[in-house]
Structure formats: structure tokens, C-alpha cells
């Protein structure tokens, strides 16, 4: 992808906070858990019977969701988790999103709650056996320092899973972070698919990126999905 020019200062988190970019993107608003527009159909996996075999290993299921939108995929798996006498009360989903945009029965739905908070400093108190992040990425302004913060949150034999666009990773000047980038993940154990898209690490994983943040642009315009994105930018320490 050809470089496009910096038109605007980069921004730091409290700034990207406020962006429309960011606060009006509409990727996870929509998304169900399985059908056309679904997590299953984007990550190419059958979520509930992952965190099904989740409960056989470990006796309860925790599944976090960053960038979570309106967290209907959350609700569609909390009702059919409940509803299965194997796990039934070992249930526990989490979702966070920037912006409150929630509009589920989130009270009525056992084992799941949906916080508001910015990603780019929130940190969980619990670990999880799966960590997702679906279209989420696209917004998100230290991309490298949230995967590397999520692929720790993992418990032993838990899995992460995240859409991202490499394109969207630069390095300082606005060159493609994508081979600097794709080389830090392999020695670090996380597999990245160019094809799909998808990034996906396999247990606690310690992700040493050597990049410091710099900044992101929001005026980035598309990436692959159609929908405008945040570039990152970094500098090689």
C-alpha cells in the first residue's frame, strides 16, 4: 500500500479517545455471534464450541471481547452457553468498548457484563480462555501495545484472536511496519494470516515488540474492510 502523507499531528490516546473515527465506528454494532455478519463467519471458528471445550478443561468459561460494540455476538453466546446443562452457570463473557453503545437486556443475560472504558490503559483483574478482538483493532491507536497486553491475559491452553490489518502498522517517517512486524510476532509464537487477516496466539504468550508508540492517524482513510482506520505509528527502539 502506497504511503500516504501525514496531513495532521499524530494522536495520543486521550486525543484518538475523541475521535469521530473512532467513537462512531460502526464495525461490531451489528455483529452476531453466527450468520452472515458474525464473529464465527470473520474468525472462521466456532466460538461456543471453543469455550465449551473450555469448560471440559478448566470448569467455568471466560471469554473477553475488546472493542465489543453493541455486544450482541456476547448475548447469543451467553443465552446458548446458559442453555447447555454441560454449562450452565459456569458462564462468564466479558466485553469492553470505548464508547457505551450497548443495547442488549445485558441485566437478563447471566454471566455477562459489558464495561465502558479506553482500551489503551484498561487491564483485567482475572485471566481468560479466550480473548477476542473483532474489527476492533482498525481503531485502536497502540495496536502492538494492546495485543501485546491481551496475549498475557491468557490462562494455560487459552487462545487470542484478533482481526488486523499490518497495513495499518507504520513505522516512524510512515513505512510499513508490516515485515518488522510479522517477524516479531513469528519469534513470539503468534501466527498471523495474510489472507484472512487474523491473528492468533496460543497460551500466555510475553510479546517484546522493541517498537515505542508514537502516535496514530486517523485520517488514515479505509483499509481492507471499506470502513476508514487508524494508523499506527512506531519507532524502532
Known amino acids: ?39 464465527s463467519k470473520d474468525l472462521g471458528l466456532d466460538l461456543v464450541a471453543m469455550l465449551t471445550s473450555a469448560a471440559s478443561r478448566d470448569g467455568e468459561i471466560a471469554w473477553l471481547d475488546l472493542c465489543c460494540g453493541a455486544g450482541r455476538a456476547l448475548v447469543d453466546a451467553a443465552r ?6 454441560a454449562t450452565k452457570g459456569r458462564v462468564s463473557i466479558t466485553g469492553v ?18 464495561l465502558e472504558a479506553n482500551l489503551e490503559r484498561w487491564e483485567p483483574d482475572s485471566a481468560f480462555d479466550l480473548v477476542t478482538c473483532v474489527h476492533g483493532l482498525h481503531y485502536v491507536g497502540d495496536k502492538l501495545g494492546l495485543i501485546r497486553r491481551a496475549v498475557s491475559w491468557l490462562r494455560p491452553g487459552g487462545v487470542f484472536l484478533a482481526s488486523l490489518d499490518l497495513a495499518n502498522v507504520r513505522l516512524e517517517g510512515g513505512s510499513s511496519a508490516a515485515r518488522v512486524v510479522g517477524a516479531v510476532f513469528r519469534a513470539s509464537g503468534l501466527q498471523w ?11 500466555p504468550r510475553t510479546l517484546d515488540t522493541r517498537m515505542e508508540f508514537l502516535g496514530a492517524d486517523d485520517a488514515a482513510g479505509p483499509n481492507y474492510t471499506g470502513q476508514p482506520a487508524v494508523n499506527s505509528h512506531y519507532r524502532r527502539r
Open 97 to 114: 468498548d470505548l464508547v457505551a453503545s450497548f443495547d442488549g437486556p445485558r441485566d437478563a443475560v447471566d454471566g455477562l457484563q459489558i
Open 80 to 85: 446458548l452457553l446458559d442453555a447447555n446443562p
Open 193 to 203: 494470516n495474510p489472507r484472512t487477516r487474523i491473528l492468533r496466539a496460543d497460551g
Open 1 to 39: 500500500m502506497a504511503r500516504k502523507p501525514l496531513t495532521e499531528p499524530l494522536k495520543d490516546a486521550d486525543a484518538l479517545a475523541h475521535s469521530s473515527v473512532v467513537a462512531n465506528s460502526a464495525m461490531n454494532r451489528e455483529r452476531r455471534l453466527v450468520g452472515t455478519n458474525s464473529y
